[in-house]
């Protein structure tokens, strides 16, 4: 018992011999980090293919409304500002195709159980539906379809993924 | 309470069902706290035993003990909840011959095993090891060698043989001992075609589990469920069907298109289930028989969820229209559907009571999903859940008494309820657990659970009182697991 | 290092060297631990006794012990007989040869049947003969009543087992059986069934007859279906345990015994 005391005496001696409680301030500050340059956005559309793209197509209406995805809020099924001018420019493209139909797709993120997510979908499809109806395309070219959660586009299980999962898909046929 | 004269009876040959019946024992009077009272004797004993009862009671009333001519009264508190040690020994055969399943010596050995794994697997049973085992020959199937197996620590015995019948088919015999009273408990005699080998020890083992346990039997069921595999974003989901303990798996579609929430008819024959064929979401029925399907509603809605009714007649469904999702049930034959449930929520995941009065099943019209009970045909909604949390995929036990539930709240998790929505109990503990399926003895749970990132999917099976959560083996993920009632 | 720091850090090095070397050398100087004693069994017990084991305390002056036969006139001293145990009353005041009465019970011959007895039987004065011509003193009969005592009294036996003793038994009976109650996991309500079971064993501990269910309380309809196999569990349990290490002077105690198997409360 008294060795292991000597000992650790020993060691805290040690130890309070090499804290040399240094205190001068170092000579010069490191350099503060550079500033990063704004990341340029690189990412206009690639060239269209050789082949001219067919208009009425879906490429087509990808290239004219820019995107066939609105997104939605968790448990959520209204439409917001950004995706309301979303399916705007979807709308206008419908109307210079008007025989086109097209089936809106409703999607959830995997934290609702299988029979309420394909409920859930299903109403966000309708939400997009109702507001192309109002932007003048005749219910008649639209069907809905939900696939809850059996088709999501992001794998991970963390909230980014979860919102890139939640939304209703304008699909028009190739 | 009047507290009652105590009485000396005869004594009685076996033990009444309810209240309480003493043989012979004066000290042993537990009248006052509330018990049935023993009934009144015949008239000519009450003059001989009168003065001595009325000595008795007031002994007793005063915590006496009784003078040391009466019996020593020891009291056992606390039993200890344990699987019962059991053992299983290969089931000999009286002539070896061959048959399609293979000869009858190894389908004694086979039969054992599933024997073995259906008592193991139910988690109330610890069968012995084979090298715990001895070998026994015919002669010793109705003789049981009591001095071996009393020494070997089970307390339970089953033995059986196998037999090839001139017609081709089999006859399987399966016998339960008590190894500690040395006596028979139950035997069973069955008769299958050979390529129904399994069905055969399936029933034994069912026999088994009744006897010493009170349950319903249930090993001899089959399971339906969703077959998935391929990557998150696009999986690849079949309807498949198996016996309960995995055996006889076969695929029954081809994955071209996603099916999802197949159930059983009561009769087995068919399967109704959600399939995206031809790009729209409806109900079909899957005959097994013919491998055909058939559509069931044809509106040009999104329809899912389907269920049958304890009767086969029925089919329960939930069909979208506009952005509203509620509840309607329709003959299982076709025809025009009858609404159930008109909340603008969304109405879904209906499930019959055993008997087919009422039905449970989710809604949001509260603001968040919750569990609803109304009777059959729609009328008399009532909420049931009131727990932290939000509650979904109900299923009404077969036993009537509780309703299975997915409880979401952080994570999923697998619970069960009263009917009432009384005495919420919660079994797992997984991420994400759903999708409740009952056993046919309404004692053991089959769910899904799927693994976080991965997405991945996988059957797993849980006791009711929430001990025994293991994996049930498929030969790919799976998930949407339901679970037939028992084969005739 | 700039110099005020140097003696900083000498001086708390000093101190703290000091400091553990004032510790250290009070840990150096062992204490000795106290000794714990024995632990004791203590056994709860129930039920109070309220029937005394205690035997009577005879009133009248104890009856004399007599010889069973007067020794003979000695010429060969024959060697004394020693007198049969004889029921004696407890310790009258009287000292000598008032004996103790031994803390072990034990079963004594009694001369009628009577119920087993816990009572301790002394042993009787040995008979001493008379002789004529002895190195005895004088006075060696002092003490010993040579007139027969008035005194009839017999005190009898305790005429219980007392409610102590058997409470000891009881607790012994159930440590031994409670190990082997094994019960299924099932629901919740077949573990409120109680059994009662009665067992009659043999002198050696195993049993005589085998278990017989002689009750049920607790039973309902929702727990019904499990009624036998809770029977069986307890049934099971007084089995598997047999045979019981029981002490044999209080087999008439023991030989009849009601189980009451309460499952629910789990251990």
């Given at each position: 018992?008294?060795?292991?005391?000597?000992?650790?005496?020993?060691?805290?001696?040690?130890?309070?011999?090499?804290?040399?409680?240094?205190?001068?301030?170092?000579?010069?500050?490191?350099?503060?980090?550079?500033?990063?340059?704004?990341?340029?956005?690189?990412?206009?559309?690639?060239?269209?293919?050789?082949?001219?793209?067919?208009?009425?197509?879906?490429?087509?209406?990808?290239?004219?409304?820019?995107?066939?995805?609105?997104?939605?809020?968790?448990?959520?099924?209204?439409?917001?500002?950004?995706?309301?001018?979303?399916?705007?420019?979807?709308?206008?493209?419908?109307?210079?195709?008007?025989?086109?139909?097209?089936?809106?797709?409703?999607?959830?993120?995997?934290?609702?159980?299988?029979?309420?997510?394909?409920?859930?979908?299903?109403?966000?499809?309708?939400?997009?539906?109702?507001?192309?109806?109002?932007?003048?395309?005749?219910?008649?070219?639209?069907?809905?379809?939900?696939?809850?959660?059996?088709?999501?586009?992001?794998?991970?299980?963390?909230?980014?993924?979860?919102?890139?999962?939640?939304?209703?898909?304008?699909?028009?046929?190739? | 309470m009047r507290l009652r004269p105590f009485r000396i009876f005869?004594k009685s040959?076996?033990p009444s069902p309810s209240g309480e019946r003493l043989g012979r024992g004066l000290s042993n009077c537990t009248c006052a706290r509330g018990d049935t009272p023993p009934p009144a004797p015949?008239?000519?004993e009450r003059?001989?035993s009168r003065a001595g009862a009325i000595l008795a009671f007031f002994m007793a009333a005063l915590g006496l003990s009784a003078p040391a001519a009466a019996q020593l009264e020891v009291d056992i508190t606390g039993?200890?909840?344990?699987?019962?040690?059991?053992?299983?020994?290969?089931?000999?055969?009286?002539?070896?011959?061959?048959?399609?399943?293979?000869?009858?010596?190894?389908?004694?050995?086979?039969?054992?095993?599933?024997?073995?794994?259906?008592?193991?697997?139910?988690?109330?049973?610890?069968?012995?090891?084979?090298?715990?085992?001895?070998?026994?020959?015919?002669?010793?199937?109705?003789?049981?060698?009591?001095?071996?197996?009393?020494?070997?620590?089970?307390?339970?015995?089953?033995?059986?043989?196998?037999?090839?019948?001139?017609?081709?088919?089999?006859?399987?015999?399966?016998?339960?001992?008590?190894?500690?009273?040395?006596?028979?408990?139950?035997?069973?005699?069955?008769?299958?075609?050979?390529?129904?080998?399994?069905?055969?020890?399936?029933?034994?083992?069912?026999?088994?589990?009744?006897?010493?346990?009170?349950?319903?039997?249930?090993?001899?069921?089959?399971?339906?469920?969703?077959?998935?595999?391929?990557?998150?974003?696009?999986?690849?989901?079949?309807?498949?069907?198996?016996?309960?303990?995995?055996?006889?798996?076969?695929?029954?579609?081809?994955?071209?298109?996603?099916?999802?929430?197949?159930?059983?008819?009561?009769?087995?024959?068919?399967?109704?289930?959600?399939?995206?064929?031809?790009?729209?979401?409806?109900?079909?029925?899957?005959?097994?028989?013919?491998?055909?399907?058939?559509?069931?509603?044809?509106?040009?809605?999104?329809?899912?969820?389907?269920?049958?009714?304890?009767?086969?007649?029925?089919?329960?469904?939930?069909?979208?229209?506009?952005?509203?999702?509620?509840?309607?049930?329709?003959?299982?034959?076709?025809?025009?559907?009858?609404?159930?449930?008109?909340?603008?929520?969304?109405?879904?995941?209906?499930?019959?009571?055993?008997?087919?009065?009422?039905?449970?099943?989710?809604?949001?019209?509260?603001?968040?999903?919750?569990?609803?009970?109304?009777?059959?045909?729609?009328?008399?909604?009532?909420?049931?859940?009131?727990?932290?949390?939000?509650?979904?995929?109900?299923?009404?036990?077969?036993?009537?008494?509780?309703?299975?539930?997915?409880?979401?709240?952080?994570?999923?998790?697998?619970?069960?309820?009263?009917?009432?929505?009384?005495?919420?109990?919660?079994?797992?503990?997984?991420?994400?657990?759903?999708?409740?399926?009952?056993?046919?003895?309404?004692?053991?749970?089959?769910?899904?659970?799927?693994?976080?990132?991965?997405?991945?999917?996988?059957?797993?099976?849980?006791?009711?009182?929430?001990?025994?959560?293991?994996?049930?083996?498929?030969?790919?993920?799976?998930?949407?697991?339901?679970?037939?009632?028992?084969?005739? | 290092?700039?110099?005020?720091?140097?003696?900083?850090?000498?001086?708390?090095?000093?101190?703290?060297?000091?400091?553990?070397?004032?510790?250290?050398?009070?840990?150096?100087?062992?204490?000795?631990?106290?000794?714990?004693?024995?632990?004791?069994?203590?056994?709860l017990v129930d039920k109070a006794g309220l029937t005394?084991?205690?035997?009577?305390?005879?009133?009248?002056?104890?009856?004399?012990?007599?010889?069973?036969?007067?020794?003979?006139?000695?010429?060969?001293?024959?060697?004394?007989?020693?007198?049969?145990?004889?029921?004696?009353?407890?310790?009258?005041?009287?000292?000598?040869?008032?004996?103790?009465?031994?803390?072990?019970?034990?079963?004594?011959?009694?001369?009628?049947?009577?119920?087993?007895?816990?009572?301790?039987?002394?042993?009787?004065?040995?008979?001493?003969?008379?002789?004529?011509?002895?190195?005895?003193?004088?006075?060696?009969?002092?003490?010993?009543?040579?007139?027969?005592?008035?005194?009839?009294?017999?005190?009898?036996?305790?005429?219980a087992?007392?409610p102590?003793?058997m409470n000891?038994?009881a607790a012994?009976?159930a440590?031994?059986?409670?190990?082997?109650?094994?019960?299924?996991?099932?629901?919740?309500?077949?573990a409120s069934i109680v059994s009662k079971i009665r067992?009659?064993?043999?002198?050696?501990?195993?049993?005589?007859?085998?278990?017989?269910v002689v009750g049920n309380l607790g039973v309902n309809?929702?727990?019904?279906?499990?009624?036998?196999?809770?029977?069986?569990?307890a049934?099971?349990?007084?089995?598997?345990?047999?045979?019981?290490?029981?002490?044999?002077?209080?087999?008439?105690?023991?030989?009849?015994i009601v189980f009451t198997f309460r499952p629910a409360q789990?251990?």
């Open positions: 018992m008294a060795r292991l005391t000597m000992r650790i005496a020993l060691v805290s001696a040690l130890a309070l011999s090499v804290a040399a409680c240094s205190k001068k301030k170092p000579e010069e500050l490191p350099p503060p980090p550079a500033a990063t340059a704004p990341p340029t956005t690189t990412e206009t559309p690639p060239p269209p293919p050789s082949t001219t793209v067919v208009p009425g197509s879906r490429a087509d209406f990808l290239a004219q409304a820019g995107t066939d995805t609105i997104h939605f809020g968790t448990d959520l099924y209204d439409i917001d500002a950004e995706s309301q001018a979303i399916l705007s420019k979807q709308a206008q493209w419908l109307a210079r195709y008007p025989n086109t139909a097209v089936t809106i797709e409703g999607h959830c993120d995997e934290r609702g159980t299988r029979e309420y997510n394909l409920a859930l979908g299903e109403r966000r499809a309708n939400a997009a539906k109702n507001f192309l109806v109002n932007a003048g395309v005749a219910p008649s070219r639209l069907s809905v379809i939900s696939y809850g959660k059996e088709r999501p586009v992001a794998t991970g299980s963390d909230e980014e993924s979860w919102a890139q999962n939640r939304r209703a898909v304008t699909v028009v046929p190739q | 005869p040959a076996s015949p008239m000519e003059g001989v039993g200890i909840a344990q699987p019962m040690p059991i053992a299983i020994p290969g089931m000999p055969t009286p002539s070896v011959a061959n048959t399609p399943a293979g000869d009858t010596a190894s389908l004694g050995q086979r039969v054992a095993e599933v024997v073995t794994n259906d008592l193991k697997n139910s988690g109330l049973f610890n069968p012995l090891p084979k090298s715990a085992l001895e070998t026994v020959s015919h002669p010793q199937v109705t003789a049981p060698d009591y001095i071996f197996w009393t020494q070997s620590g089970a307390q339970a015995l089953v033995q059986g043989f196998v037999q090839a019948n001139g017609d081709g088919s089999l006859t399987v015999g399966c016998y339960l001992y008590d190894v500690l009273a040395k006596s028979e408990l139950a035997r069973q005699g069955f008769v299958v075609q050979p390529s129904q080998w399994r069905r055969a020890a399936h029933k034994c083992a069912d026999t088994v589990y009744t006897r010493l346990t009170g349950e319903g039997p249930y090993f001899d069921s089959r399971v339906v469920y969703v077959s998935e595999t391929g990557p998150k974003t696009n999986r690849t989901k079949r309807l498949a069907i198996m016996d309960q303990d995995g055996a006889n798996h076969r695929f029954l579609t081809n994955g071209q298109t996603i099916v999802l929430t197949p159930r059983f008819a009561p009769n087995q024959q068919t399967i109704t289930y959600m399939s995206y064929t031809n790009n729209r979401a409806r109900v079909y029925v899957y005959d097994i028989g013919s491998g055909t399907q058939r559509l069931v509603v044809d509106q040009p809605n999104m329809t899912f969820a389907p269920r049958f009714s304890p009767d086969g007649r029925s089919i329960v469904f939930s069909m979208a229209i506009g952005g509203n999702t509620d509840i309607y049930r329709v003959a299982a034959s076709g025809g025009a559907p009858q609404r159930l449930t008109t909340s603008p929520g969304i109405d879904t995941g209906a499930s019959y009571s055993p008997d087919g009065s009422r039905i449970v099943f989710e809604s949001d019209r509260s603001g968040t999903q919750q569990l609803y009970v109304m009777n059959a045909d729609g009328s008399n909604q009532s909420r049931i859940s009131f727990g932290s949390g939000r509650y979904g995929s109900a299923a009404w036990s077969p036993r009537g008494d509780l309703i299975a539930f997915t409880r979401i709240g952080g994570g999923f998790n697998v619970g069960i309820m009263g009917v009432d929505g009384s005495g919420e109990k919660i079994l797992t503990n997984g991420w994400q657990d759903e999708g409740p399926s009952w056993s046919p003895n309404g004692r053991v749970i089959m769910f899904f659970r799927t693994g976080q990132g991965s997405g991945k999917a996988d059957l797993w099976s849980v006791d009711l009182t929430g001990v025994n959560e293991r994996p049930v083996p498929t030969p790919l993920d799976g998930s949407d697991p339901a679970w037939g009632p028992l084969l005739p | 290092m700039e110099r005020s720091e140097r003696t900083g850090l000498g001086l708390s090095v000093v101190g703290h060297i000091g400091l553990l070397a004032i510790l250290s050398l009070n840990l150096m100087s062992v204490r000795k631990m106290p000794k714990l004693s024995e632990p004791m069994d203590v056994m005394s084991a205690a035997p009577e305390i005879s009133k009248e002056a104890p009856q004399a012990a007599e010889a069973p036969e007067v020794a003979p006139t000695i010429e060969d001293a024959p060697p004394p007989e020693p007198a049969p145990a004889k029921p004696q009353p407890a310790p009258a005041p009287k000292p000598a040869p008032a004996p103790t009465p031994k803390p072990a019970p034990k079963a004594a011959e009694p001369p009628k049947p009577t119920p087993p007895a816990a009572k301790p039987a002394p042993p009787a004065p040995p008979a001493k003969p008379k002789p004529k011509a002895t190195s005895l003193g004088t006075d060696f009969l002092k003490g010993i009543p040579v007139d027969k005592s008035a005194g009839k009294s017999t005190a009898p036996r305790a005429a087992i007392s102590l003793a000891g038994l012994l009976i440590s031994q059986v409670k190990p082997c109650y094994t019960i299924p996991a099932g629901g919740a309500d077949a067992l009659r064993l043999k002198k050696d501990g195993s049993i005589a007859v085998a278990p017989e309809p929702a727990n019904q279906p499990y009624l036998r196999q809770m029977n069986e569990a049934t099971r349990a007084l089995q598997r345990c047999a045979p019981y290490k029981l002490p044999a002077d209080l087999f008439e105690a023991w030989q009849d789990m251990s």
